[in-house]
T-cell receptor, first 112, second 117 residues
Framework: DTAVSQTPKYLVTQMGNDKSIKCEQNLGHDTMYWYKQDSKKFLKIMFSYNNKELIINETVPNRFSPKSPDKAHLNLHINSLELGDSAVYFC???????????FGPGTRLTVL | AQKITQTQPGMFVQEKEAVTLDCTYDTSDQSYGLFWYKQPSSGEMIFLIYQGSYDEQNATEGRYSLNFQKARKSANLVISASQLGDSAMYFCAMRELTTDSWGKLQFGAGTQVVVTP
């Protein structure tokens, strides 16, 4: 009964490649988020979607493009991967108005 | 400017003892929420406890309690009767309920807790 799931869990790729991370939640929430955790464990919001509409875009390079096909899914596509993109990416969801956020297990992205 | 400050990068605590993790926050909002999350070495983020800015009583969840001092803008987490499984990174986070925040969480740098036998 996974509440928020992400695939893949690990992603190792070369610089310049394009990759996607998928997120799904079965909690019936209508708001979903992407966070990035850097090598120093610092967590920062990247994007948020409410009812498939982008509501937060925190000055993330436009190589990052989120897509929400429906309320239960929020995917993250990254073009032209750079070394600095190596991080753990967490998806999260909450009800609206905002309640506690439930996080997915994270996707560890390593760019070589 | 950093909105959430956790001044303790790391702490050791003995099993069965209580430990207090410090968190101070900075906001001009009247309505906000404070959260604590636990991140064990396996990497997942586990929600522990929540305190709303209008809640008059301190939040408690099992062995976790939040010492909320609004005037001092602090929201310390107290873990009672520490267990070996409490060894993890602990993050304090804030959500400011302004119209352009939409619930995004702003995190502190975290405190690494190691529980020793």
């Amino acid at each position: 009964d996974t509440a928020v799931s992400q695939t893949p869990k690990y992603l190792v790729t070369q610089m310049g490649n394009d990759k996607s991370i998928k997120c799904e939640q079965n909690l019936g929430h209508d708001t979903m988020y992407w966070y990035k955790q850097d090598s120093k464990k610092f967590l920062k919001i990247m994007f948020s979607y409410n009812n498939k509409e982008l509501i937060i875009n925190e000055t993330v390079p436009n190589r990052f493009s989120p897509k929400s096909p429906d309320k239960a899914h929020l995917n993250l596509h990254i073009n032209s991967l750079e070394l600095g993109d190596s991080a753990v990416y967490f998806c999260a969801s909450s009800r609206s108005p905002p309640g506690e956020q439930f996080f997915g297990p994270g996707t560890r992205l390593t760019v070589l | 400017a950093q909105k959430i400050t956790q001044t303790q990068p790391g702490m050791f605590v003995q099993e069965k003892e209580a430990v207090t993790l410090d968190c101070t926050y900075d906001t001009s909002d009247q309505s906000y929420g404070l959260f604590w999350y636990k991140q064990p070495s396996s990497g997942e983020m586990i929600f522990l406890i929540y305190q709303g800015s209008y809640d008059e009583q301190n939040a408690t969840e099992g062995r976790y309690s939040l010492n909320f001092q609004k005037a001092r803008k602090s929201a310390n987490l107290v873990i009672s009767a520490s267990q070996l499984g409490d060894s993890a990174m602990y993050f304090c986070a804030m959500r400011e309920l302004t119209t352009d925040s939409w619930g995004k969480l702003q995190f502190g740098a975290g405190t690494q807790v190691v529980v020793t036998p």
